[in-house]
């Protein structure tokens, strides 16, 4: 059975930096995409980023570009979020996802999240 | 580009049926068919409910189904259950080829 779990999660300061991960088990993790979502406290939820099966591909919203990198090691099942220049509006339950195969909309699998809270 | 509407909210009683609708534009909802629904008990795991409009995931009850016309793409949940109750989100691939979720409708079962 596929299961995600990350972590990573904590309390930061604005301006700082955080390194998210999440272990996948249970499926052949690298043939998937995998993408990054987030749920801001009381918000719904907000696609922040996804990579490609082999890591040669990815895509991030407006709202983290330039500040977040995904990346992946296949060897361990294992996917990151590196968040730097951190904000308050990044407060947020993180999730990741494994995408099917229809398509980049299709987030198969959730792992439970990992709370980041940004305050000084 | 702005996150698909959905209403805030949607109540029926057990056993009825309910219809959650998703509005977009003609550069999102409107052009693709890679529309998803997602069921979300807070604190918990958000769960795929359908994708590709209507296609069901092996193990999602029949009694989710889903319809698309025009720029706007519906959520239709019959029999409903009390476990029903949670936030639903709808997704559609956006402008920017990007994944673009709805805002979140809360289902309350009454």
């Known amino acids: 059975q596929a299961q995600l779990v990350e972590s990573g999660g904590g309390l930061v300061k604005p301006g700082g930096s955080l390194r998210l991960s999440c272990a996948a088990s249970?499926?052949?993790?690298?043939?998937?995409?995998m993408s990054w979502i987030r749920q801001a406290p009381g918000k719904g939820l907000e696609w922040i980023s996804y990579?490609?099966?082999?890591?040669?591909?990815?895509k991030y919203a407006d709202s983290v570009k330039g500040r977040f990198t995904i990346s992946r090691d296949s060897a361990k099942n294992s996917l990151f979020l590196q968040m730097n220049f951190l904000r308050d509006e990044d407060t947020a339950v993180y999730y990741c996802a494994s995408i099917g195969i229809s398509g980049i909309t299709e987030f198969d699998q959730w792992g439970q999240g990992t709370l980041v809270t940004v305050s000084s | 580009q702005s996150a698909l509407t959905q209403p805030a909210s949607v109540s029926g009683s057990p056993g009825q049926s309910i219809t959650i609708s998703c509005s977009g534009t003609s550069s999102d909802v409107g052009t693709y068919k890679s529309v998803s629904w997602y069921q979300h008990h807070p604190g918990k795991a958000p769960k795929l409910l359908l994708y590709?409009?209507?296609s069901r995931p092996s193990g999602v009850s029949d009694r989710f189904s889903g319809s698309k016309s025009g720029n706007t793409a519906s959520l239709t949940i019959s029999g409903l259950q009390p476990e029903d109750e949670a936030d639903y989100y709808c997704c559609s691939l956006g402008s920017t080829n990007s994944p673009l979720f709805g805002g979140g409708t809360k289902l309350t079962v009454l």
């Open positions: 249970g499926f052949a993790f690298s043939q998937y995409f």
């Open positions: 590709d409009v209507s």
């Open positions: 990579i490609s099966h082999d890591g040669g591909h990815t």
